[in-house]
């Protein structure tokens, strides 16, 4: 994404020529893609009059589309990025496998419906019961570049609410080791496994955190905060017994990556449900 400040009024054609320095055909095909905001609203007239102080974002929408129950936050010809809700699977899994109610097969019906030879494929996944930014690419060898160095070019920021009242903030490091159900330490053959949090706020029962993972373990957050006595609130896989929240407490805020074809840096964000402040008032 690229965002511009206007310094005075002019037309916003113009404006893109002197500062987005593309082509005609290619800024046309910009504004007709609906990739063009000004003060986050799409915009996609070629003759509409920007204002000073006006700030014009190139690449990306707030929410393109719904899908049902699924905002699409951006898409373009390479990536869709998606709000995932909490209760929905990334990918069918075998325990599941005739479940339509997955993303990947939501999403590929609706590429299809725009070309049939259309695909999208898996970079990351988050778990069924974590809402937040997800993303998708529609090409295999963009998957293939991405995952390939996923963790290097990768920057995620969750919420979570957990029981109890956490340190102000700490860095939880350990070898992880996956079994039939759970993620256990092995320092012999475990995957290290590397999370942060900082506690934005707390009451008697529960904490909100802000956090940050280096790694990307399967449940590494559930299991890391599981282990120091702080399980997430509604996980009742990692300790969690407490029926009255309705779901897990973990929301997938925001991702930032380094796109392999531009260089450049791309950020979604998705704003965490407020249940989540609730919890700790």
């Known amino acids: 994404m690229d965002k511009f400040n206007v310094l005075k009024e002019e037309e ?26 000004v003060n986050d609203k799409i915009v996609t007239k070629y003759n509409y009059m920007l204002k000073e102080n006006d700030v014009v974002t190139i690449g990306a929408k707030k929410v393109l589309s719904n899908i049902g129950k699924v905002n699409i936050l951006y898409e373009d010809d390479n990536y869709l990025v998606v709000d995932k809700p909490s209760g929905m699977l990334t990918i069918s899994t075998e325990e599941d496998s005739s479940n339509p109610n997955n993303l990947y097969t939501i999403l590929s019906s609706y ?18 019961d974590t809402s937040g930014v997800l993303l998708f690419c529609k090409n295999e060898s963009l998957k293939d570049k991405l995952q390939d160095k996923w963790n290097d070019i990768a920057k995620r920021t969750y919420y979570a609410v957990v029981v109890g009242i956490t340190k102000d903030k700490e860095t939880l490091k350990s070898y992880l080791k996956e079994n039939d159900k759970l993620m256990t330490y092995s320092s012999k053959d475990g995957k290290l496994a590397i999370t942060s949090y900082e506690r934005v706020k707390c009451n008697d029962k529960y904490s909100l955190l802000k956090i940050d993972i280096k790694t990307g373990r399967r449940n590494q957050i559930r299991v890391q905060l599981k282990d120091i006595h702080h399980p997430i609130a509604g996980d009742s896989k990692y300790g969690f017994k407490d029926k009255t929240v309705k779901r897990m407490m973990l929301h997938a805020s925001s991702l930032e990556i380094i796109d392999p074809i531009s260089k450049k840096s791309m950020k979604f964000e998705s704003k965490y449900d407020k249940a989540f402040t609730k919890m700790v008032e």
């Open 12 to 37: 916003l054609f113009s404006f893109l020529r002197n500062n987005y320095k593309g082509s005609k055909n290619n800024i046309k095909s910009l504004l007709s893609k609906e990739l063009v905001s």
């Open 111 to 128: 590429v299809k419906k725009k070309n049939s030879s259309a695909k999208v494929y898996v970079v990351h996944r988050l778990d069924k």
